[in-house]
């Protein structure tokens, strides 16, 4: 009897330890703590209807499932037809926004299209179209990715006129994540490192400019230099989340017995929702949310490391530093080691646009991860023809 080979011919299964299941299990904990911290959280939004902002959570967990299967399918090679398109939509949503009658004002920032009672955030989904123009670009100029024009002047000025139309709505936080994602992917798709540290410095130029001519910007700014002394001004919010954190100690107040978010604690729902997991669950849960997000990162890491080619290496690379320096300046925020930048924390916080987003880097990422265990050639289906 012949011996049967050992060898599998089918590498498209997903085993215990892969980097894919990992990124699975700790984005469904993540969204599954937001959900159970969010009921107390979003308590005073409505008393009338505690349940408002669980339900609004529920569908946007429901329109990112569904938007995450369409992902999974598509062919990221055949996408790169319509980067440039995608690219374009985002110039012109993020102009459009800009318009009053169309765009809407939420919080400061003009970056909002309103629809009924739902909002869309365009700056969230140019995060996603850098991110592949970005893969898409540097994996056509391979050969001249160190040099200052090709390598340097053009993509800089692709982001440049992104992060430019950002900043005019005032959303500086989203301005913030998407220069630090794009700076790190030029970093490695071999951008002269010469350049880009000097576009840094120069960087800090305007964007000095601009807070100073922005008083609550810079005010903020201040109050994080001076913590205690404006915690009844600029620094109240952070000053409320420390507070938030002392009072939960280390084994909390109990799920749904905070009160920070009752009367002291604004946006204890968006930006702030991780200081309402210290309080009502203690430091070994804030801990573990910590541990959880460095576990996605780490799997992360473990998966780009295989990529077949620049093109999906940038893009699975995108997605996941999207996810992992958002995470990163929230939590920074929140614990007041950072400026207050209105970020909320991935898949924790309230949150249609950015949850939609968030979850569609997952989705590609794990896109990649099928597309890198699927064989280039099926067997089953080659057809010989007789020569």
């Known amino acids: 009897m012949a011996k049967r080979s050992s060898k599998n011919t089918h590498t498209g299964h997903f085993g215990v330890l892969d980097p894919a299941v990992a990124i699975v299990v700790c984005v469904f904990a993540l969204a599954m703590l937001g959900v159970s911290v969010l009921f107390s959280a979003s308590l005073p939004i409505d008393a009338d209807n505690p349940y408002l902002i669980i339900e609004k959570q529920a569908m946007w967990m429901g329109v990112t499932f569904v938007a995450g299967l369409i992902v999974l399918k598509l062919n990221l090679e055949w996408i790169r037809k319509l980067v440039w398109i995608g690219y374009g939509l985002c110039v012109l949503g993020l102009i459009l926004v800009l318009i009053p009658g169309i765009g809407s004002v939420i919080n400061g920032s003009r970056s909002w299209f309103r629809f009924g009672p739902f909002g869309f955030q365009v700056a969230e989904f140019a995060k996603i179209g850098l991110v592949f123009f970005l893969a898409h670009y540097f994996s056509l100029i391979r050969k001249d990715s160190g040099t200052f024009w090709k390598g340097f002047m053009v993509p800089s000025m692709a982001i440049g006129l992104v992060v430019g139309l950002i900043m005019m709505q005032t959303d500086l936080g989203t301005a913030l994540i998407i220069s630090i994602v794009c700076f790190c992917m030029l970093y490695l798709a071999g951008a002269n490192v010469f350049y880009l540290c000097g576009s840094a410095l120069l960087a800090l130029i305007p964007v000095g400019y601009l807070i100073s001519r922005d008083a609550e910007r810079l005010s903020r700014l201040t ?36 009160r920070q978010q009752l009367r002291s604690l604004p946006e204890a729902h968006t930006d702030f929702i991780f200081a309402i997991v210290g309080e009502e669950l203690g430091l070994f849960a804030t801990m573990a ?65 950015n949850f939609l987003v968030m979850g569609l880097c997952v989705a590609i990422i794990l896109n990649t991860s099928i597309a890198w265990k699927t064989p280039a050639l099926n067997d089953t289906n080659r057809k010989l023809k007789e020569i």
């Open 223 to 258: 109050a994080f230099l001076d913590m205690e002394g404006n915690k009844s001004g600029d620094a109240y919010q952070v000053w409320q989340a420390i507070l938030a954190f002392g009072a939960g100690g280390v084994g909390g107040v109990g799920s749904g017995n905070g």
């Open 289 to 353: 949310v910590v541990l959880v997000f460095m576990g996605l990162f780490l799997a992360g890491v473990s998966h780009v490391r295989k990529a077949p080619n620049s093109y999906q290496f940038l893009l699975a690379s995108g997605c996941l530093l999207t996810i992992s320096i958002q995470a990163l300046v929230n939590l920074g925020v929140v614990t007041g080691s950072l400026p207050t930048t209105g970020l909320p924390l991935p898949f924790i916080s309230y949150g249609g646009s």
